[in-house]
């Protein structure tokens, strides 16, 4: 199985703050790379898909960027509903496989 | 619109078999490269896949699960089934099921639903 490793796996920051996430794979997975956002009590959203390209309706303050294998996910400049749980999710392989999760919090 | 939902109990006892079913509208499983993935949530932890089904039939498992799970699907009545046999209190989660693209990822969810297995 292909590991996914987040980091970091907690954050605090500011509103207008720029963020980055770090998805690293245990082996190449060229950009088979997504980014989710999860909030409490609901699914996730995906937020980018084939590592660096945006889902229709996300804000372009949201970006990606990678290949093989390390990525990033990319907050511009944070607003108050953007403070949630991302996750790096693998689609090269099978079995399918989500990153531990980084939390994103207020400061 | 693609708009999937989950159903199924919310309450099983362990030693149970648990039958899920997802249904979808808004696309096809006759499309290529197309399926239906199922996810779930363990409370407070992360997302785990679980299993998939594309149009020609091609199932993919979890390989820690595997012997477990069963995934079937509907065409004609846009269902995707998730079975899973010999339920645990520690497969209490939330589960999730996805339009998923080949290559690209989940661009669809359900509401999620949550099983808890309790005697």
């Known amino acids: 199985d292909i590991q996914l490793t987040q980091s970091p796996s907690f954050l605090s920051a500011f509103v207008g703050d720029r963020v980055t996430i770090t998805c690293r794979a245990s082996?190449?997975?060229?950009?088979?790379l997504a980014w989710y956002q999860q909030k409490p009590g609901e699914a996730p959203k995906l937020l980018i898909h084939?590592?660096?390209t945006l889902q229709s309706g996300v804000p372009s303050r949201f970006s990606g960027s990678g290949s093989g294998t390390e990525f990033t996910l990319t907050i511009s400049s944070l607003q108050p509903e953007d403070f949630a749980t991302y996750y790096c999710q693998q689609v090269d392989s099978y079995p399918i496989t989500f990153g531990q999760g980084t939390r994103l919090e207020i400061k | 619109q693609i708009t999937l939902k989950e159903s199924g109990p919310t309450l099983v006892q362990p030693t149970q078999t648990l039958t899920l079913t997802c249904t979808f509208s808004?696309?096809?499983?006759?499309?290529?490269?197309?399926?239906v993935t199922w996810i779930r949530q363990l409370p407070g932890k992360a997302l785990e896949w679980l299993a998939l089904t594309y149009s020609n039939d091609d199932k993919r498992y979890s390989p820690s699960l595997k012997t477990r799970l069963t995934i079937t699907k509907d065409t004609s009545e846009d269902q995707v089934v998730l079975t899973i046999t010999n339920m645990d209190p520690v497969d209490t989660a939330t589960y999730y099921c996805?339009?998923?693209?080949?290559?690209?990822?989940?661009?669809?969810w359900g509401q999620g639903h949550l099983v808890t297995v309790s005697s």
């Open positions: 996805s339009h998923h693209i080949r290559g690209s990822g989940s661009s669809f």
């Open positions: 084939t590592a660096s």
């Open positions: 808004g696309f096809s499983l006759t499309t290529t490269d197309v399926s």
């Open positions: 082996q190449g997975i060229s950009s088979f």
